[in-house]
């Protein structure tokens, strides 16, 4: 079993940062090859927001790169993402996933999310 658990999240204003935190439990993080961070919200499809493996290789979503950073801690037990100059777009329920592939992240372990809202 794996159990993944997200935290970090909260309000901001447009412009501010936050750090989400995605932590194992039941498991390490090292068991899997690739982490991801993805986020929802309401009436909208799931969608990826970056994912890592146990090399460091990352993946972002291309409009996401410049402003979001993932990355693991060196026992990789557990998973952050730094997200800067938060835009009201962001708001979005963030879900933090496990699997053996990135491409199987979708199919893979999930926390219960983070809610990210940015609102002045």
């Known amino acids: 079993q794996v159990q993944l658990v997200e935290s970090g999240g909260g309000l901001v204003q447009p412009g501010g940062s936050l750090r989400l935190s995605c932590a194992a439990s039941?498991?390490?993080?090292?068991?899997?090859?690739?982490m991801g961070w993805y986020r929802q919200t309401p009436g909208k499809q799931r969608e990826l927001v970056a994912a890592i493996t146990s090399g460091g290789i990352t993946q972002y979503q291309d409009s996401l790169k410049d402003r979001f950073s993932a990355s693991r801690d060196n026992t990789m037990n557990t998973l952050y993402l730094q997200m800067n100059r938060l835009k009201s777009e962001d708001t979005a329920v963030y879900y933090c996933?496990?699997?053996?592939?990135?491409?199987?992240?979708?199919?893979?372990?999930w926390g219960q999310g983070t809610q990210v809202t940015v609102s002045s």
């Open positions: 996933a496990a699997a053996p592939t990135i491409a199987t992240l979708p199919q893979g372990y």
């Open positions: 039941s498991a390490n993080v090292c068991n899997f090859n690739a």
